[in-house]
């Protein structure tokens, strides 16, 4: 009998011993998901970003691309420009001779402006009622 009630002793007490690790393996399984889980949301939030920065980049590219064709764009008229200045200055003496005349002492004052210490004062220069002339006309 007393072996009986031993093994019944050993019995339970092996049987609270996998109850209370079966206990621990399911907090630590809970708690092993519960990171998963949170992995995954901030895999999905940097999957997100990722394609974000290359739509972005791709953006970015693409305009700098079309940046570089309007400057290359740009250079070429200046280029032709600067070739029908010199042909015409070349071909015409009364054309040179306005070319390099100075500009009148008014119209001189007018494309001189003083430095402007800070944006403020660059402000105060600008007219208030009139449009700012378009510098390429």
């Given amino acids: 009998m007393k072996v009986l009630a031993a093994l019944l002793v050993m019995a339970v007490l092996g049987l609270w011993w996998l109850r209370h690790d079966n206990g621990n393996l399911r907090q630590s ?11 995954a949301k901030v895999i999905d939030i940097l999957k997100n970003q990722l394609s974000v920065a290359v739509a972005r980049a ?10 570089n064709r309007k400057l290359n764009a740009a250079g070429e008229r200046a280029l ?7 042909r015409l200055l070349n ?12 500009l009148p002492d008014a119209v001189h004052r007018v494309h001189v ?7 403020g004062d660059c402000l105060q220069q600008l007219p208030e009622s009139q449009p700012v002339p378009d510098a390429g006309q």
């Fill in 58 to 67: 791709n953006k970015n590219e693409q305009a700098q691309a079309a940046l």
């Fill in 113 to 119: 402006r003083n430095a402007c210490a800070s944006a």
């Fill in 29 to 39: 399984f809970e708690k092993a998901n519960r990171v998963a889980s949170e992995q």
């Fill in 91 to 102: 071909e015409n003496e009364q054309f040179r001779r306005w070319y390099s005349a100075d």
């Fill in 80 to 86: 032709r420009r600067e070739n029908t200045i010199t």
